[in-house]
């Protein structure tokens, strides 16, 4: 097999195999044998049909093309390793032309882009200081914490926190039309989390259990729904239950609950927390 490879634009080329000689026999008597085993003809067995009854019920093109796809792995490769190619995405395939001799294959290629690099060396940068501060440790404890909490049913006379989770009912109208996505039943909402448009969680702090309340908000100008994005909406709640979130205790039973190697105390994973904070934080500096 011979190659030539020309690079084009935007990181494209095409590499051109010419398959000749004892490879490109073989590659056509591969695919004679897949014909054949895969043709029926009347007084013959599959895959006992002789060689030039198979020819004459195939147009030549038809099993150069088969062949070529048989080879074309093997050119590709050989291709690739010839002139240092280094592909980002899967070449697609063209065959130029094709006799009994040979076939040249043309693969059109994606690699990378060849850079250029411009003056980096001299440059006044400062790496970013590096501190991993208390607060930050106890944030990510806090989060542990979080992770195996309770949520406890209030009081029915006990008002909605932020922080505390409302179990609501919801429908949305605008211009007193209820419009679609803006309605859910039983749905947990935790004031506080800015999972719902901003300004909704804020006007449920103070509700009780079985009130019910208007919540006026103005959609983000940026918001998915192109028909409501920068409109003012009323969103109509029914609160079932109020519920704020017991906090464990943080010992070393918690610490052994998230199963870290070599990490069963308080004081071990406030020290691997810190060292790993440090190391994403030099990472990122």
């Known amino acids: 097999m011979t190659s030539t490879w020309t690079l084009k634009e935007n990181s494209t080329g095409e590499l051109e195999v010419t398959v000749e000689g004892e490879a490109w026999k073989k590659a056509q008597k591969k695919a004679l044998n897949y014909a054949k085993s895969h043709m029926n003809l009347k007084g013959f067995r599959q895959g006992q049909i002789p060689d030039a009854l198979v020819k004459k019920q195939l147009s030549s093109k038809a099993l150069y093309d088969m062949a070529s796809e048989e080879v074309a792995n093997e050119a590709l490769s050989e291709g690739i390793k010839e002139h240092n190619i280094e592909l980002v995405a899967r070449p697609t395939l063209d065959v130029k032309e094709a006799d009994d001799e040979k076939a040249v294959l043309v693969f059109t290629c994606t690699v990378l882009p060849e850079v250029t690099l411009g003056e980096y060396k001299g440059l006044d940068i400062k790496k970013a200081d590096v501190e991993v501060t208390e607060e930050d440790v106890e ?38 039309v209820a419009f679609e996505g803006g309605s859910g ?44 994005a920068g409109q003012p909406a009323t969103f109509h709640c029914t609160v079932h239950e109020v519920k704020y ?23 071990a994973y406030k020290e691997k927390v810190k060292t790993d904070s440090t190391a994403q934080k030099e990472r990122e500096a």
């Open 185 to 228: 039943e039983n749905y947990p909402l935790e004031l506080g989390s800015g999972s719902f448009i901003p300004g909704f969680e804020e006007q449920l702090v103070g509700v009780k259990k079985g009130e019910e309340k208007d919540v006026e908000v103005t959609f983000p100008e940026n918001y998915q729904a192109a028909e409501l």
């Open 245 to 267: 979130k017991d906090l464990p205790e943080l010992n070393d039973e918690l610490i052994k609950k998230l199963k870290i190697e070599n990490v069963e105390t308080v004081d």
């Open 139 to 176: 944030n990510e404890v806090k989060r542990v914490q979080d992770r195996y909490a309770d949520w406890v049913v209030r009081e029915d006379d006990d008002a909605a926190q932020l922080g505390d989770q409302v179990v609501i009912d919801f429908v949305g109208t605008k211009d007193g």
